[in-house]
T-cell receptor, first 114, second 112 residues
């Protein structure tokens, strides 16, 4: 596709359930980022993938959060045993390996844990 | 110290005012610099790149001060439609590739 695609766009889940969020980056973009944004708050870095290198997981808030990416393709962010404080918009971005170029965001997945 | 720091605001300014935001970054070797804009309930989008010599795009002027490690964004003649959150972004070169680091944003409200 032409842009970063995320699915689902909205997800309502019950507390304690697991959820899986998907991100399709722009074709050819080696870097992929996941961010969390709570209502009225700034971007909170979660994880960064760069090609086949080991991901930077330093932003994952707990071991309930995990993410995978195979090569330079789709990434999934999994949240296990969801809690109400996990309610947020989860944004994915991708960028080229070349400097000075724009990073593009998907429209996000709005997660509501009830 | 955070890698990229911004005053969260909000900055409340009247229409027609000039407003400026600063952003500081911690890595003196940071390579590229950008300002992104995020409208309410939307994803961030590129506003403008920031070049070493400074650059202007209409009412918007961006400047980079490498010695003091900050970038700035100046908005002249503010419009109601400028109300948004402005995110400062730097890229760091790590192992031959560029990693984007986003600030948490500065919220601007332009008042009628």
């Amino acid at each position: 596709g032409a842009g970063v695609s995320q699915s689902p766009s909205n997800k309502v889940t019950e507390k304690g359930k697991d959820v899986e969020l998907r991100c399709d980056p722009i074709s050819g973009h080696t870097a992929l980022y996941w961010y969390r944004q709570r209502l009225g708050q700034g971007l909170e870095f979660l994880i960064y993938f760069q090609g086949n290198s080991a991901p930077d997981k330093s932003g994952l808030p707990s071991d309930r959060f995990s993410a995978e990416r195979t090569g330079e393709s789709v990434s999934t962010l999994t949240i296990q045993r969801t809690q109400q404080e996990d309610s947020a918009v989860y944004l994915c971005a991708s960028s080229s390996h070349r400097g000075g170029t724009e990073a593009f965001f998907g429209q996000g997945t709005r997660l509501t844990v009830v | 110290r955070k890698e990229v720091e911004q005053d969260p605001g909000p900055f409340n300014v009247p229409e027609g005012a000039t407003v400026a935001f600063n952003c500081t970054y911690s890595n003196s070797a940071s390579q590229s610099f950008f300002w992104y804009r995020q409208d309410c309930r939307k994803e961030p989008k590129l506003l403008m790149s920031v070049y070493s010599s400074g650059n202007e795009d209409g009412r918007f002027t961006a400047q980079l001060n490498r010695a003091s490690q900050y970038i700035s964004l100046l908005i002249r003649d503010s419009k109601l439609s400028d109300s948004a959150t402005y995110l400062c972004v730097v890229t760091d070169l790590t192992s031959g590739t560029y990693k984007y680091i986003f600030g948490t944003g500065t919220r601007l409200k332009v008042l009628a």
